[in-house]
């Protein structure tokens, strides 16, 4: 069993930047692969960004590449998602989540075992 916690939301102007957080409980959290998922209002919950158990391979969604950066602390049980250059399309919930399964495809929320409570982010115009 896995807890995810996730912080560092909140209202951030249009080009500018913030960091969350996902801290992990438990003393497995290197065997999971790490994403971040979003969802605005009245729409499906969509892929941003995952981080290989390693941290050695990165996968982000096109919509931010070259703006968002995924990392993970293995020793802090804890992955990060740095927003860069923020646009009002980015304003969602933002959720991490672990994964367990090995050579899962990272972007479908469906192969994710254990999802944080999420935390809302809001880019203004």
């Known amino acids: 069993q896995v807890q995810l916690v996730e912080s560092g939301g909140g209202l951030v102007q249009t080009g500018g930047s913030q960091r969350l957080s996902c801290a992990a409980s438990?003393?497995?959290?290197?065997?999971?692969?790490m994403g971040w998922f979003r969802q605005a209002p009245g729409k499906e919950r969509e892929f941003v960004a995952a981080?290989?158990?390693?941290?050695?391979?990165?996968y982000y969604a096109d919509s931010v590449k070259g703006r968002f950066s995924i990392s993970r602390d293995n020793a802090k049980n804890t992955v990060y998602l740095q927003m860069n250059s923020l646009k009002p399309e980015d304003t969602a919930v933002y959720y991490c989540?672990?994964?367990?399964?090995?050579?899962?495809?990272?972007?479908?929320?469906?192969?994710?075992?254990?999802w944080g409570q999420g935390t809302q982010v809001t880019v203004s115009s």
């Open positions: 981080i290989s158990r390693s941290g050695l391979s990165t």
């Open positions: 438990g003393r497995t959290f290197s065997s999971y692969v």
């Open positions: 989540a672990a994964d367990s399964h090995t050579a899962s495809d990272v972007k479908r929320p469906r192969n994710y075992d254990y």
